[in-house]
C-alpha cells in the first residue's frame, strides 16, 4: 500500500472541497508513491512530533494543524522553525498530510467526536453548510439508463444524508436534427429524430461537479448530450459546523462543567452562567467557534463548549446559554480518536502497518 491509497481514504471522508477556501489542506510535504509503512497522528508537527515519527519508523504524519498555511517565501534553515521541519521531514522521507477545515465541517469529524467524548446522543448538526451542492439534470435514452445512471454514481453524485444513488427519473422524448458535421449514434445527420428519453436528476456536492461532468460526457451515447447545472441554497445533510446532541440524564450547570473537565481531562474552563435550568440539550464545536454562540442559542441548546471566546460574546450569552471555553487544544485532540479508528479499519488486514498517536502535547497554552 503507498501513501496516496490512505489520502484517498481521508479525503472521501473528509474531501478537501469541503474545507474553508483559504485553508491549506491535502498533502504538504511527500510524495503520494512512497509505500506507507507506519503513521503518526498529531495535532499539529513541532520538532518532539517529528522525532517520535523517525523514532516510531513512521512515513507518513497525518496533522489535524497545516504545517504550511501561507506562502514560504523563504527556506530559511539557521533561524526558521518552519523550515527546519520541512527540511526534516524531506530528509527523513515522511510525507505529512494535513485535514483542518475539512474534517471540521465533516460528519464524524472534530465536532462529532467531541459531541461523543461528552457522552452525547443523537447528534446532528449544529448548522448545516448551504450552498456547496448542484443539481445535475441530463438527457438520456431510455434503453441506456441503468448503465449510465451507474456510472455517475460511481462519481460520489446522487448521496443524501445517510442515502446514496438518489435520483428522480421522468419519461419524455427528445428531438434533434443533426448538421453535416454531426455523427448521431441514434439516426441520420440532416433528419429530424425522435427519441423516448429520460429527464435524470442528481444532486452533487461543489467538489464533485467536475469530475460528474466528465462522466457525463463520457458515458453518455450521444455525440452531444444535454444536461442542466443548477446551483442550489439547499442545507448540505453531510457537511455543517459543529454538533448538538443531548445528554443521557440532565444535569445542573455545576454538574455539567464538572462533567466536561472530566472528559476532556482539563484542569479549568472558563464560562459564564446559562438561564439556570438544567442541562440536557448541549451544542459543540471544536475549535474557535465562538461564532456560531447564535446557532447554538437559536438551536434551543442550554449549554455550549466550544473555545476561543471573545469577551464581549459572554456578555451577550450570559443568562441564556451556559457558555464553555474549554481549550482550543482540548475540544481537537479527541479528533484523533476518530482518525486512527478510520485508519485502523481501513488497514484491519494489514498488520505490518502501524497507526500512533503522538505520546505528547503540542499545546502552547499554560496556566500559572
Keep these: 500500500m503507498n501513501v496516496g491509497e490512505l489520502i484517498n481514504l481521508l479525503e472521501d471522508w473528509a474531501p478537501p472541497g469541503a474545507a474553508w477556501e483559504k485553508d491549506n489542506v491535502g498533502l504538504q510535504v511527500g510524495s ?10 498529531c495535532l499539529e508537527v513541532d520538532e518532539e512530533v517529528l522525532k517520535e515519527a523517525i523514532k516510531k519508523k513512521c512515513n507518513l504524519i497525518f496533522s489535524h494543524h497545516p504545517l504550511i498555511f501561507k506562502p514560504i517565501k523563504k527556506l530559511d534553515l539557521q533561524k526558521d522553525k518552519q523550515s527546519n521541519l520541512i527540511a526534516g521531514l524531506i530528509k527523513n522521507n515522511i510525507s505529512l498530510y494535513s485535514a483542518h477545515t475539512n474534517l471540521d465541517f465533516t460528519r464524524d469529524g472534530v465536532s462529532f467526536e467531541l459531541a461523543r467524548i461528552l457522552k452525547l446522543k443523537n447528534i446532528s448538526f449544529l448548522q448545516n453548510e448551504e450552498g456547496n451542492q448542484f443539481k445535475v439534470v441530463v438527457f438520456v435514452p431510455s434503453e441506456n439508463l441503468e448503465s449510465f445512471s451507474e456510472s455517475l454514481f460511481e462519481t460520489g453524485a446522487g448521496i443524501i444524508g445517510n442515502y446514496e444513488k438518489c435520483s428522480f427519473r421522468l419519461n419524455g422524448e427528445g428531438t434533434f436534427k443533426g448538421n453535416e458535421k454531426s455523427n448521431p449514434s441514434v439516426g441520420k445527420k440532416g433528419e ?4 423516448k428519453e ?4 442528481l444532486i452533487a456536492d461543489a467538489w464533485k461537479l467536475n469530475h460528474l461532468i466528465s462522466a457525463v460526457k463520457k458515458y453518455h451515447p450521444y455525440e452531444e448530450p444535454a444536461y442542466d447545472i443548477y446551483p442550489l441554497k439547499n442545507r448540505n445533510a453531510n457537511y455543517g459546523a459543529g454538533a448538538v446532541g443531548y445528554l443521557e440524564y440532565e ?6 462543567l ?6 476532556l481531562k482539563t484542569g479549568r474552563l472558563k464560562y459564564c452562567s446559562g438561564s439556570g435550568k438544567k442541562i440536557k440539550k448541549v451544542a459543540v464545536c471544536g475549535g474557535s467557534g465562538s461564532d456560531l454562540t447564535d446557532a447554538a442559542l437559536n438551536s434551543g441548546a442550554d449549554a455550549f463548549i466550544t473555545a476561543d471566546i471573545k469577551y464581549h460574546t459572554y456578555h451577550d450569552a450570559r443568562g441564556k446559554i451556559l457558555l464553555v471555553d474549554a481549550g482550543h487544544y482540548e475540544t481537537e485532540i479527541g479528533s484523533l480518536n476518530a482518525v486512527k479508528r478510520k485508519i485502523e479499519k481501513f488497514l484491519m488486514d494489514k498488520e505490518t502497518i502501524k ?4 505520546s505528547g502535547s503540542t499545546n502552547p497554552v499554560k496556566f500559572y
Design 32 to 41: 503520494r508513491r512512497d509505500k506507507l509503512k507506519n503513521i503518526l497522528l
Design 192 to 195: 429530424l429524430e425522435k427519441v
Design 198 to 201: 429520460v429527464r435524470l436528476e
Design 251 to 256: 444535569m445542573s450547570e455545576k454538574e455539567f
Design 258 to 263: 464538572k462533567h466536561t473537565v472530566s472528559s
Design 355 to 358: 497507526v500512533y498517536k503522538y
